[in-house]
């Protein structure tokens, strides 16, 4: 008997598994790749930027996505 459960004997339903692995790696992923852009701003402006923008809208993402989450049966 461990101490530690996996996840897929916490919670059997393997939609709701997949669905926290999507929302932290958006976010955790986004803010990575926020911060590579503001980094690479200083090499290459508008690669920066973009990467800021995409990094921005993926950790928007999934913010939203533990919205739809906590609204879930």
């Not at 897929?8 to 339903?13: G, L, S």
């Not at 999507?22 to 508008?46: C, H, K, N, P, S």
């Amino acid at each position: 008997m461990s101490f530690f459960k996996s996840s897929t004997e916490r919670d059997p339903n393997n939609s709701i598994v997949r669905l926290h692995t999507t929302i932290w790696v958006l976010i955790y992923g986004g803010l990575l790749a926020l911060v590579f852009g503001v980094v690479m701003q200083r090499f290459d402006e508008e690669l920066g930027w973009y990467l800021v923008g995409a990094g921005g809208v993926l950790t928007v993402v999934g913010t939203a996505l533990i919205y739809v989450r906590a609204r879930m049966k």
